[in-house]
Nanobody
Framework: QMQLVESGGGLVQPGGSLTLSCVAS????????VGWFRQVPGKERAGVAC????????YAVDSEEGRFTISRDNAKKAVYLQMNNLKPEDTAIYYC?????????????????????WGQGTQVIVSS
């Protein structure tokens, strides 16, 4: 059974940067698509970025400014979300999620229902 643990959240000033980490145990991430999601109170969990087995990436519309970058390190069983030029509206709990897929060509998704393994989340607060 795959378990995911996020870390790297915290309090950062607007314009600052954070790198979130998602580390897997019990299974490897090599054979999985992985997504980062975020949720604020009263709203649904929303996809931020995802990466497939061949490192093809997708980003949500508000990430397309180039502020967020998703990457993976299979040797470390980890997926990262580099976040730059953070804004107060980026404040949320950030979750990673994974789902094993049979082929390297399988696309990743930004919809939460596509994933079956979830971490507990890490809080990001962007405030001066």
């Amino acid at each position: 059974q795959m378990q995911l643990v996020e870390s790297g959240g915290g309090l950062v000033q607007p314009g600052g940067s954070l790198t979130l980490s998602c580390v897997a145990s019990g299974s490897t991430l090599d054979y999985s698509i992985v997504g980062w999601f975020r949720q604020v109170p009263g709203k649904e969990r929303a996809g931020v970025a995802c990466i497939n087995r061949s490192d093809r990436r997708q980003y949500a519309v508000d990430s397309e400014e180039g502020r967020f970058t998703i990457s993976r390190d299979n040797a470390k069983k980890a997926v990262y979300l580099q976040m730059n030029n953070l804004k107060p509206e980026d404040t949320a709990i950030y979750y990673c999620a994974a789902r094993p897929v049979p082929t390297v060509l399988a696309m990743c998704y930004l919809q939460n229902y596509e994933y079956e393994n979830w971490g507990q989340g890490t809080q990001v607060i962007v405030s001066s």
